[in-house]
């Protein structure tokens, strides 16, 4: 019995000691498998270091390969506490070179940190700073590489383009928008140390950061170039409260240029108050559009057939009665009996009216929706506004007559311009984009590319023709003659809107603007320019901002390289018009034969003598009365 005890007891024990030793190789086994990478990382940990290499952020470039957003290469300071011996003596030193005071450098050095950056004060160091701690040859303190954001043409598009923070993170416009793109990857300098943190003479070990991916815009920069240009010009000229513009391809959609005034320098921008950071202007603003909004009235009804441009008539006495309101023209006594293509031509209120009743409130508010107002276009910039329309069971007839000719309704200036891209380029209505694609970092390869997008139709070919025709007419025979180019064909449409401030009108307070393409006949381009509240000046659209779009769309011609068209209409002129002449060929004239057949443009000649060889410009040319022709002789 005792022996028999004895051998359970050991048997007993002989099963403890297996079960054990199962568990003992089961916890090696989780170790090797499962929990070896975690163990491992630690273990690195312990004696690994690295120093972060910043990544390049992607570039911003325009359609052409103009880089509107690159990097340059800067550094900056970081400090490995336990690797300092001298610490006061090494915040004195550091403390003399970068601008920061010594007891705000000495806690960094003291910090129980393996790494410690010396944040802001550190970053993004010039080169001179940098050299001179190189200079210095301190213990423990590296200067890695960092990238900071350099925008070549400062102001230019600041809105769009946005501008990145300290850390290179994107925090307006485009760098926010399409941050996670831009932004690369972090590299390092891997090195070993022992366990207080001395670095170990063995091999550094270099890993490449990645770089972000670059954008390529729809973008246009000569144009952009132009339109900056004339809007700082406008604000030169009229001192306005704000102005902005914005040119785009009604083909497809694509914005070739959009800025407004006041802007911001990207680089300075803390410099500037968050209100003018984040009002990019030609997506935000909403505003009463007044007579541009005309051109959607106009199309609604073509559409609809229920008007004759040509032969329909309507009599405008200076003002019209709608429900106990009377709405006025703008021309004292009225334009009388006009056909509605005049009634177009000379953007008579009362007769949009009469056409707005012709539609009908529930047609013409479904237009309106359709061609895109009370609606974001979907434009991939962020901040953009829907606008404010009448709920149509608030709608009157005060509220429908005002609504077509563009009073009481509030749009921003991207819904103006991609609702009348819609209404001139064949009746399709697309969504207006700015970037282009997205391009791999290296080689500059698409990854992707982003197609022109049409949401929907909203009127037919031969409805968007008479669009286009009677636009045309705007130009050459109504309020828009001072956009007229000649031997081009323009189409367009002036707007003169009051500014509404506590629900009531401002006096003597309006935005001016003007919408314009060419060539009528097939657009190309088109142009939306609007000034707030111009100075000095008597404030219509057709004063101000026309002249601005025409010389917007004069620059186009040549960076478009679009042909003259055939079939370009006269302009009509007033007395105080200019007037375009031909100029003669006088090449192998006398001077004074030349200078009598130049009777109506200025003349400036060099050369001593009696014949003319060579004269710009060329024969057959059309210019203003006035201008300048100049003459080589021989």
Known sequence: MFFKAIHKRMNFILIIICFLFLLIIGKVFYIQVFDYKKLNELADSLWNRNLPIEADRGKIYDRNGVILADNETTVSLVLIPNQIKEKEKTAKKLSEVIDISYEDMLKHIQKRTLMERVHPEGRRLPYETANKINDLHLKGVYLVKESKRRY?????????LGFVGIDNQGLSGLELIYNRYLTGAYGAIKYASDAKGNKLKLSEIYEQPQDGMNLTLTIHYELQKVLERE????VSRYSPDQALGIIMNPQNGEVLAI???PNFSAKNYQKYTQEQLNRNLPIWATYEPGSTFKIITLSAALEENLIDLEHETFHDSG???VDGARIKCWKAGGHGSQTLLQVVENSCNPGFVYIGNKIGKNKLFQYIKNFGFGANTGIDLNGESKGILFPLRKVGPVELATTSFGQGVSVTPIQQITAVSAAINGGYLYTPYIVKSINEAETNSVIQLKEPKIKRKVIREDTSKKVRYALESVVTNGTGRNAFIDGYRVGGKTGTAQKVKDGHYMVGNYITSFIGFLPANHPEVIVYVAIDNAKGITQYGGTIAAPIARRILQDSIDILNIKKPKGAKEKKYNFNDKKYYEVPNVVGKS???????????????????????????????RIYDGETVRLLLN
Not at 602 to 619: F, H, I, L, N, R
Request: charged letters at 25%; a positive charge.
């Open 152 to 160: 070549p043409y400062d102001t230019l598009m600041s809105h769009t």
């Open 231 to 234: 809007l700082d010009n406008a």
């Open 259 to 261: 800025s407004s005034r």
């Open 319 to 321: 003002s019209i009665h």
């Open 591 to 621: 001077l004074t034969t030349a200078m009598k057949e130049l009777k109506n443009f200025k003349v400036e000649y060099s050369g001593k003598g009696k014949k003319v060889t060579y004269q710009v410009p060329k024969a057959k040319s």
